[in-house]
């Protein structure tokens, strides 16, 4: 029996056998995720649980965890994690620092990533698999030990498409929320697709409180194709419908990121095509500046920036700069590929 794994209902059906109590089957979810259990035999201190359901929990319980390999602080206090697991595989999750008062989580929900966008580092490394939802809680669960603020937010924005991992990734996010569980706000949760928009009718069908983010990076179609090949199988009308039917039915804008690369997407023809695409929708929409490694992409100037901004003006939409740090260590946007370099190397806390 993983104990990380098991949502509440499928506790008390786990412990039924022992005739466990709700209040025993909360007490002891809440261990292990509002407490953050990390040694079964440990569970035997939990308060209102009786006798006989804390040794069938002991005998056949287990408690999975992801070893920490590094964490490299920037100067920005954005600070990167480097996560091994014993089912195979590493991947990477971001610890970032919002207003001197909180952190926001940035998880990982696969190993690598199928969607190959061409600015980014995960897609580089193809895709090796997908991770189990425990998988994803221990990178919270382990951030969360070593923070000395509270994490008020988690996003679905690290290595992988998260819908292409939807049940994984929507149990971990329930567990998250729950008030028994992580206790974040399922408003502070989001989940950032590329697109994939068979998963967004799914999602936007089964009514989820979480937030999705749609990455669209360029609103014409050649220009979205070379960039995020998913637009090869998915196209831009199909994904634009989508995200409209998400703010109709949410009433509320869409989040849609656009990741700005100098001398591509940065003219007035793509503020204009994004007026056409979304007009009549309500957004939001957030800048992202690429960061690639390997150079071939480059962040817009300042003044190409400015230019842009000016120009999209005509969404009559909200903009924002969203200010993609830690990027001296590998854990700015699109940058996570499981390596390791830059910053300062914290060997404890
Ligand atoms: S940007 Fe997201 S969807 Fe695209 S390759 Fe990277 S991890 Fe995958």
Known sequence: MNLRTLELSEWAAALAPVGASDLAVRKLFARVHAHGATDVDALRDTPQVPRAVLDFVVRRGQLPALEVVERRRA????????????????????????????????????????????????????????????????????????????????????????????????????????????????????????????????????????????SVTSAIPAKRAQLMPVERTHPLPELIAAIRDYAEVRKERAMVAYVCIRGVNMGHEDAEALRDAFRGIPIKLDLIEVTDPTGKWQPPTAEELADFRDALQILRAPVVRRYSGGKEIGAACGTLEASSYGGTLLHSW
């Not at 989580?105 to 995960?122: H, R, Y």
């Not at 939802?133 to 030990?145: D, F, K």
């Not at 049940?167 to 996010?173: F, G, K, S, T």
């Open 75 to 214: 100067t920005d206090g954005f600070v990167k994690y480097l996560f091994q697991s014993p089912l195979g595989g590493r991947v990477e999750a971001v610890r970032i620092p919002l207003f001197d008062a909180k952190y926001v989580v940035c998880v990982s929900s696969q190993v690598g990533c199928a969607l190959a966008c061409d600015f980014c580092a995960t897609g580089r490394m193809g895709f090796q698999r997908n991770l189990r939802t425990w998988e994803i809680l221990e990178q919270v669960r382990i951030i969360r030990a070593e923070a000395d603020r509270r994490i008020s937010g988690v996003v679905f924005m690290g290595m992988g498409e998260p819908l292409l991992n939807a049940r994984e990734v929507l149990r971990a996010a329930r567990v998250l929320s729950h008030p028994a569980g992580y206790a974040i706000s399922g408003r502070a949760i989001t989940l950032s697709t590329a697109g994939w928009v068979p998963a967004i009718r799914r999602y936007v069908r089964e009514g989820h409180p979480y937030r999705l983010a749609f």
